[in-house]
């Protein structure tokens, strides 16, 4: 059996994105959007703490991040 993903907060994803060289361009309502310099962009709601495990892995799928 694998190991559950960590849940994480909206905060700790955005740390973690720019930890992987994303930067945040804009916020508008309850997300935010970090882009990396290959423009690669993903949408982070801000809304839900921990984010469920559905919505925390979409964008690290998009950003080609995978959690141990």
């Known amino acids: 059996m694998s190991p559950r993903a960590p849940r994480l907060s909206s905060d700790d994803m955005i740390k973690l ?5 994303f930067a945040v361009v804009s916020t508008r309502g309850s ?3 970090p882009r ?4 690669v962009t ?3 709601p ?3 703490d921990p984010l469920m495990i559905g919505t925390q892995m979409a964008p ?4 080609g991040i995978s959690l141990p």
């Open 17 to 21: 994105l720019e930890r992987e060289g």
């Open 31 to 33: 997300h935010c959007k």
């Open 36 to 39: 990396n310099d290959a423009r």
């Open 42 to 44: 993903v949408i982070v």
């Open 46 to 48: 801000l809304h839900r």
């Open 60 to 63: 690290l799928a998009q950003a």
